[in-house]
């Protein structure tokens, strides 16, 4: 994976995370550099008269892992998605109250190979813990693909982004957050 110290990109996706998430940036992925990592905590619970007497809690929790290269190779995309199915063993705690956990993977790269492009949208990945009782987990992978473009000599960007089933609700927030912040 490279990293680039001052990727304007990186900065515009970490943008609509900032306010809810925490942000690590230049984060040590099991001995793997990513630019940064975004971690969101939630919990609700309901109780009577006083917080001891609790009729039930839930936890949800989302991990964001961002990913940059120059291009994703379907070798490299193996590599992205081996090193998110670690983080699910690691990141993810089941338990009574746990109702989910999302993995999602944003890899923004300059070109894709067809091959990596085919690999990525048909990649799944759910487990549900003790049938569901305890949660459940995904993984979801985005892909940006940046191509900068001149016309009339000025400079214009456009994306292309694809994403597995599960992480076609976040492509579409980034394709809303990346076409408002051009304007």
Known sequence: M???????????????????????????LFGTKIPAM???????????????????????HEYVFFFQTEKLTADAFDEMAELLKKAETEFVKPHDEHMYTHLTAIISAEKTDSEAEKMLCAFKSRKNYLFSLHGWSDIRMVLIETAETKKDSEDTESFHIASNKNGRETAKLLMSELTEQKK
Request: proline content about 4%.
């Open 38 to 60: 975004a971690a969101f905590h939630s919990r609700g619970e309901k109780y009577v008269l006083t917080k001891k007497a609790k009729l039930w809690g839930v936890e949800c």
């Open 2 to 28: 490279d990293t680039k110290e001052t990727n304007p990109l990186l900065k515009r996706l970490l943008k609509p995370y900032r306010r809810y998430f925490d942000i690590f940036e230049n984060y040590d």
